[in-house]
Structures are given as C-alpha cells and as structure tokens.
C-alpha cells in the first residue's frame, strides 16, 4: 500500500513507517534510504506522512494506535523440558515440529513477526506480538536458553528479521517456523481469531508444497 494511503495510516505506527523509510518495502520497488538521508530527515519525513494524514479526514487517527497487552504468559509450559529441533539451513523450523512439541509440553516461545494489527486478527495459540518493525518489543524476552520460535504469514522475511535481531542479542535458540502461520491454519492447528470473527481463509499450498 501507499505509504499516504489513509486507512493504512490509521494502522500503521510511527516506526513502521521509520523503519519502511530506512529499509524499504520488500518486496515493491521502494528501496532503503538509511544511507542517503539523515536520521532528521527521516524523521521529518514520518511528521509530514502524520501531517498528511491528519488533513486528510477526521477519520484518521493522528497518534499510532498502542501494542496489544501481552495476552497471557510469554513463555509457554515454563516448567516443560526443552524441545530437540532439527533446522533447515540451521534455521528454519517445520510447523508439525513445533506441535509436537506444543502436544508434549515443551518449554518455549512462539513470537509473531507481523504488525499488531495482523495478530490481533489471527495467530497462533499462545503466540506473543513482537513486529519486526519495532524490536523493542523483544526487549522482555527471556535469555535463558529457551527457544524462541518467529513466524509471519510471508512466510519468511519479516519473521527472519525478528530472528536475526535475537541472535545478534545473543540468544542461543532460535528459528522462524518455516511455512508460516497460514501453513499452520490449514493443517488446523490451534489459532486464536478476533472475537466474532472468523478466521480468514488460508491460501492454497505453494506448488512446491503439493
């Protein structure tokens, strides 16, 4: 979407938008401008997008709507063993494998990647909100060696993001479910949907899938 599209406005926080701006939109043609403009002038850029938005109608709101709370403990089964997965690529982690390990108790975290917006409509059960876009938010994760598994719906980049981000922070075990949350949903795996809604329609498998 258009970065002055005013229903995305409505949605879209402060640093998402920074964060557009800096590393650009995977996967449009808009790329990152980190090196070509000055934190001021990134940061005047998000005021003028917020300015346009404000003028463009009352119906959008002028502030970044809040995080969802944390909805439940973080980490899940925290008195369960650890779980013992095998990584693709030594990093990526099969969606039966995680639950399997969710079936057998297993201590661990399941992050979601995605804007806010994106996990309060659907995710996975027990699933935190950490947006690749603002990773502060994995600021209360604990660094005890439990593993921490990311998805998104992509069903890989912004998730990596988030997993890249804690390994830099040193976390030891780590992975980004490899087919993402749709993949999850179609198998029929335990999900949590807006109350009163539906969840959306999983799209088919990719070819290679079949």
């Not at 439940?72 to 997965?85: D, K, M, T």
């Not at 990647?113 to 603002?134: C, Q």
Request: aromatic content about 8%; glycine content about 6%; some cysteine.
């Amino acid at each position: 979407m258009h970065l002055l599209n005013p229903t995305f406005l409505q949605t879209a926080s402060d640093p998402f938008l920074r964060y557009a701006i800096t590393e650009g939109r995977w996967p449009t043609s808009m790329l990152a401008w980190k090196t070509a403009l000055s934190a001021k002038q990134i940061d005047d850029l998000v005021a003028y997008l917020r300015s346009k938005a404000v003028a463009m109608g009352p119906a959008v709101a002028a502030q970044p709507p809040p995080r969802p709370p944390r909805a439940g403990p973080i980490v899940l089964n925290p008195r369960g063993r650890a779980p013992q997965f095998t990584l693709k690529e030594g990093l990526y982690v099969s969606i039966d494998e995680v639950k399997a390990a969710l079936d057998a108790k297993r201590r661990l975290i399941i992050t979601d990647a995605r804007p806010p917006s994106d996990w309060m409509n659907l995710h996975i059960a027990g699933a935190i909100s950490t947006p690749y876009y603002d990773l502060h938010t994995l600021d209360d994760l604990p660094k005890d060696g439990t593993w921490i598994i990311a998805y998104c719906a992509c069903p890989h980049h912004v998730s990596g993001i988030v997993v890249d981000e804690l390994r830099k922070r040193g976390y030891t075990h780590t992975a980004v479910l490899d087919e993402g949350v749709y993949a999850w949903q179609q198998k029929k795996y335990p999900v949590v949907a807006a109350p009163g809604t539906p969840p959306p329609a999983a799209p088919p498998p990719p070819p290679s899938a079949r």
